[in-house]
């Protein structure tokens, strides 16, 4: 099973594919969808158009079966906050169009189930992809972030499967 990670961002939308097989993963692809250009800094809709088309490309090209995204939260002001919540909504709306599954986590869930600390920094998150999927190298942070919620999704799901194959038993 491909499992998509979404790191959604107005400028740069970060974004990560793992296999996973069994307990296993590996690295398939990462990267980032940005969103910056002489109209597009001006247009929010060019941005989030530029943004869904992007994803929309990376879903075509890597056939996930699933995506993860991550949730927001309040930013340092309500303009910024409404703008970021938009561009989730580009990372919830290409996978479901595709129709795929999509799961949510909050921050804390993703770095506790990478890391196994809910306030882990961001060299700690990277670190522990780094470990779990080896040889992988990052485009830039966003998509580090994006193999993270891959890989945190991936073990909600194996753990979602060990407990329906114990209540089957």
Not at 11 to 18: E, L, S, T
Not at 157 to 163: N, T, Y
Request: aromatic share 2%; with cysteine; glycine share 12%.
């Amino acid at each position: 099973m491909k499992v998509l990670g979404i790191d959604p961002g107005l400028r740069n939308m970060g974004w990560g594919v793992i296999e996973v097989d069994g307990p296993r993963l590996r690295h398939v692809a990462n990267g980032v969808i940005r969103s910056v250009g002489a109209d597009a800094e001006r247009d929010l809709g060019a941005r989030l158009s530029m943004l869904y088309r992007g994803l929309c490309a990376v879903i075509a090209l890597h056939a996930p079966d699933a995506a993860a995204v991550e949730q927001t939260f309040v930013n340092k002001d309500a303009s910024g906050t409404l703008k970021l919540g938009q561009a989730r909504g580009i990372a919830l709306l290409a996978p479901a169009e595709a129709g795929l599954p999509v799961g949510e986590y909050a921050p804390n869930a993703v770095k506790k189930t990478v890391v196994g600390v809910g306030h882990a920094g961001k060299e700690q998150v990277q670190h522990m992809v780094r470990v779990q999927l080896p040889g992988v190298s990052f485009d830039s942070p966003d998509a580090a972030d994006a193999l993270a919620i891959a890989i945190c999704h991936a073990r909600h799901l194996q753990g979602r499967s060990l407990r329906i194959v114990a209540r089957s038993a």
